[in-house]
């Protein structure tokens, strides 16, 4: 099973707003609502930002929104925040044996 | 609250047999629903997703991997285990444990541990 393709990076100035996408197949993706994004600070464990495609967990700013569309989920951060910048990794149940699938990883960089 | 702890030896030798436990506080592994995982992360790597283990005793492993690894859990103690044989330097990564909800989402983590392969 491939890893989903992200960037490698994104940036953007405070206030901003950045898009980072998660591409993968009809097998995980595209065929399930089950894609879930990341945040993960350097040297901190990931932090769960989304679930179910485009559900924020309590506690988490509504400055976070994601959505799905074909084979590819997208993770929207608005009003970029200093606090915002980390590495963001999106997840997906896949079809295959392997069942979950992560990411290539973006680094999100706030100028 | 949830809480998640892994624990286990920070250098082994390769050929070694690695053995982790994670140990969990704030939900029990014999609630219907319940599930761990176990994700792995070299240095300056993306997340790598190796097992799960569910509260009626059902398990999945990433294919890649499948042949190298056990896991398992031990509800008295609230712990889950994974195993994995013959231990390689490409093997040193943070090893996380993590609470899965039922969207497949991974809940929290704990706080990883950094497993060395080295001679």
């Known amino acids: 099973q491939s890893a989903l393709t992200q960037p490698a990076s994104v940036s953007g100035s405070p206030g901003q707003s950045i898009t980072i996408s998660c591409t993968g197949t009809?097998?995980?993706?595209?065929?399930?609502?089950?894609v879930s994004w990341y945040q993960q600070h350097p040297g901190k464990a990931p932090k769960l930002m989304i679930y179910g495609v485009n559900n924020r967990p309590s506690g988490v700013s509504n400055r976070f929104s994601a959505s799905k569309s074909g084979n590819t989920a997208s993770l929207t951060i608005s009003g970029l925040q200093a606090e915002d910048e980390a590495d963001y990794y999106c997840m997906s149940y896949a079809s295959s044996s392997t069942r979950v699938v992560f990411g290539t990883g973006t680094k999100v960089t706030v100028l | 609250q949830v809480t998640l702890k892994e624990s286990g030896p920070a250098l082994v030798k390769p050929t070694q047999t690695l053995t982790l436990t994670c140990t969990f506080s704030?939900?029990?592994?014999?609630?219907?629903?319940?599930?761990a995982n176990w994700i792995r992360q070299p240095p300056g790597k993306a997340l790598e997703w190796l097992a799960r283990?569910?509260?009626?005793?059902?398990?999945f492993y990433s294919t890649s991997l499948k042949t190298r690894l056990t896991i398992s859990k031990d509800t008295s103690k609230n712990q889950v285990v994974l195993t994995m044989t013959n231990m390689d330097p490409v093997d040193t990564a943070t090893y996380y444990c993590a609470q899965m909800g039922p969207q497949w989402e991974l809940l929290l983590w704990g706080q990883g541990t950094l497993v060395t392969v080295s001679s």
């Open positions: 009809s097998s995980d993706v595209g065929g399930y609502n089950f």
């Open positions: 283990i569910d509260w009626d005793d059902e398990k």
């Open positions: 704030g939900f029990s592994l014999s609630s219907s629903g319940m599930r």
